[in-house]
């Protein structure tokens, strides 16, 4: 039986990681700065992001370890996080993940963080995943692109977003992720050295909103990040099939839907 530590196993990510791997056999350390936080199937290790002693041990006879930081939006992240403290998370998660010799890292990025873009919360992955290549830990990235969960709300009337109706964008189910980490865990063979994208769907803003019976407001912000990030950014090209073929349980915009509506998470 092999171990696994996961970050933020309270979170979203974390937790659907947490989730799939305890139905596939694995002994899961769950991380969290919570020392009363109950996770399903596995042990709760208190450690702090910030504290690269604790995190080592935390990390110590790992067989793999998941690496998650909260977004710097996330309204549950602790008072004065920033991009600053999530590439210093992600850093400090690294490094002790190397000093506790883990033969597997895996470490959750973002679509859109394969080079800088300017964007504060985009370049924050970008920085933790050069500075995983510079240290050389065996590594695995993730990077999920937009969660199908953010996109509905009970009793929403209208979805509204900075894109054009018609032009498309990816999706994936935040359980999915964990499944598909799941199988990433499995077979460090393969994937070491790998980069995932990960997509369900591939839909317009329009395609969504009909989906959910609501109607689509294009709107307008005046913030320069947000206009960069969906002006000018390109949807990355993803194997939604061979993505089927690792995890044939990947869900469709409308399948996630429909579990949702039949109380399936």
Known sequence: MKTAVVMGATGRQGGA???HLVEAGWTVRAVTRNPSAQIPGAETVVADQDSPNELTSA????????SVQPAPHDPRA?????PTVETRWG?????????????????????AAQSRT??????????????????????????PTTFMNGLHHPGMKKLTHLLHPSVGYHLIAVDDIG?????????????????????????????????LGVEYEQI????????????TTAEPEVDIEALRALHPGLRTFAAYLSDVRNGVS
């Open 91 to 111: 850093r400090n998660v690294a490094d002790a993940a190397l000093a506790a010799q883990v033969p597997h890292l895996v470490y959750a990025s973002l679509v």
């Open 118 to 143: 300017g964007v504060a919360s985009f370049d924050s992955k970008w920085e933790v995943e050069r500075h995983i290549a510079d240290i050389g830990v065996p590594t695995t990235v993730l990077r």
């Open 17 to 19: 990681v947490t989730k």
């Open 179 to 211: 499944a598909i980490a799941a199988e990433v865990f499995a077979d460090p063979a393969r994937f070491i050295g790998a980069d995932l994208t990960l997509a369900g769907d591939l839909l317009t803003p329009l395609e969504i909103a009909n989906a």
């Open 78 to 82: 602790p008072q004065g996080y920033s």
């Open 220 to 231: 307008q912000v005046d913030d320069p990040e947000l206009r960069k990030v969906f002006g």
């Open 59 to 66: 990390f110590n006879g790992a067989d793999a370890v998941f």
